[in-house]
């Protein structure tokens, strides 16, 4: 029995090295596994900040292109605001002084008109006036021509009752 027990120790520990040899085998392919997961961890690092700072770099980048564009289109735009000020101050200015001119001639016209007018109203009261001394001379005729007939009638009149003689 002691034989055999040792027989069955011996194998025992035969199988009992056997499985440490295959859990050293184990542990063994679990540090080359931690190891390569180490080593894909560090390049993942190493690839993280590489994009990390190709991430800042073209942000810094897209920064300075939009500051320089900001300052570019605020440079134009005040420039064009320049532009339109002084091209509405001269339009304003071309206002005024077609509006002042426009004004000078309404005037000037204005008091050609009323001196037209002044003239031809005077016209007017003189031929008027001359109208009244013809139409007074025309009365006066038509007086004297009335009288004259009246006259004659009455005289004819008076002749053929006979209250005149034949000369």
Known sequence: MTIQVESDLKDILIKFDQKLDKL???IDEVKGDVNDLKISMVEIKKDNQRLEEKIDSTSKRLEEKIDNNYHSLEEKINTTSLRLEE???????KIDSTSKRLEEKIDSTSKR???KIDSN???LTDNIQNLGKRVDNAEFINRGIFVGLILTILGGFAKFLGLIGNP
Do not use: H, V
């Open 121 to 123: 109203a005077q016209n």
């Open 24 to 26: 050293d085998q184990k």
């Open 113 to 115: 008109l009323e001196e």
């Open 87 to 93: 091209k509405i101050d001269t339009t304003e200015e």
